[in-house]
């Protein structure tokens, strides 16, 4: 086990806050970072991306949805509990804001890579309502799957890149143990409460986060409460093993991708949202 740091910050007054993990290292490949993030009015106005997916999930204490439209036509709401994964491809246009102002969205924002070939793909985009996704219950544990599979409950939806998402809850001395795929890189967000990750304590306000980088056989996380109820979540996924290639919204696996990519949106061929 390694640990990485979380950088925390405050943007747009008091109305969104991160706690942010970015992967400058690719330690955790494919996973270009997360934000656990509250936001309490409208924060993201139109805006691109391009060469990964852009995931939002929502907790189930989120007080609203997220209202999501992207230059696909696309627009709905993000419900608590649910999940939108957004594959930009060779590029996209979208916005997400509070359902309701003044009610607090409590959710993650997940950046995903995508393979080399899929950068230059349609975009596309997949969504999850909170009633689809599989819960299991065992040892004082709630694991929802948001992605992934875990102990026979598999998610309805099959993202282009290979990762898995856990939303675990620990009532106090709940304990679960994950299994990791071999090969597959995973790391533990803390979401609240304290808890024991493979015998390492972590905590909420903790800002750095357990790595398990990609072993030959499989290995096993496990999450213990020791002091009250605890919740975390689990990402794991198969490194794509690739460059990127960062600028602003756009990561691409060569330079010169990445170029072509930034004059298709300043020559708006990355497209626009529809008036409403």
């Known amino acids: 086990m390694v640990?990485?740091?979380t950088l925390q910050r405050a943007n747009?007054?008091?109305h969104f806050r991160a706690a942010a993990l970015r992967d400058a290292a690719g330690l955790?490949?494919?996973f270009l970072g997360v934000d656990h993030a509250w936001m309490s009015a409208p924060t993201f106005p139109p805006h691109p991306h391009a060469g990964f997916s852009a995931v939002s999930y929502l907790f189930l204490d989120s007080e609203t949805g997220i209202d999501n439209r992207d230059s696909l036509g696309?627009?709905?709401l993000i419900q608590p509990g649910g999940l939108h994964w957004a594959a930009a491809g060779r590029g996209i246009i979208h916005e997400e804001n509070p359902a309701e102002t003044g009610k607090t969205v409590h959710s993650l924002q997940i950046f995903v890579n995508l393979a080399r070939e899929q950068q230059e793909a349609a975009?596309?985009?997949?969504?999850?309502?909170?009633?689809?996704v599989p819960v299991v219950r065992v040892n004082g544990a709630t694991v929802r799957v948001p992605l992934g599979s875990f102990q026979g409950a598999i998610s309805p939806i099959s993202p282009p890149t290979d990762v898995r998402v856990l939303d675990i809850s620990l009532d106090e001395r709940g304990r679960v143990a994950v299994p990791v795929p071999t090969g597959h890189v995973a790391f533990v967000m803390p979401i609240f409460g304290v808890m024991a990750i493979s015998g390492q304590e972590f905590s909420g306000n903790t800002l750095n986060v357990p790595v398990f980088p990609p072993q030959a056989n499989e290995q096993t996380i496990t999450l213990e409460a020791e002091q009250g109820n605890a919740k975390a979540v689990l990402f794991s996924g198969k490194p794509l093993a690739q460059p990127v290639y960062w600028q602003g919204p756009f990561a691409m696996a060569s330079?010169?991708?990445?170029?072509?990519?930034?004059?298709a949106y300043q020559s708006g061929e990355l497209g626009s949202l529809q008036r409403i």
Do not use: C, F, R, Y
């Open 3 to 5: 640990t990485i740091a």
């Open 12 to 14: 747009h007054g008091t």
């Open 28 to 30: 955790i490949d494919p």
């Open 74 to 76: 696309t627009h709905n």
């Open 123 to 132: 975009p596309l985009v997949l969504s999850l309502k909170p009633q689809e």
């Open 255 to 263: 330079s010169e991708a990445l170029t072509k990519t930034i004059k």
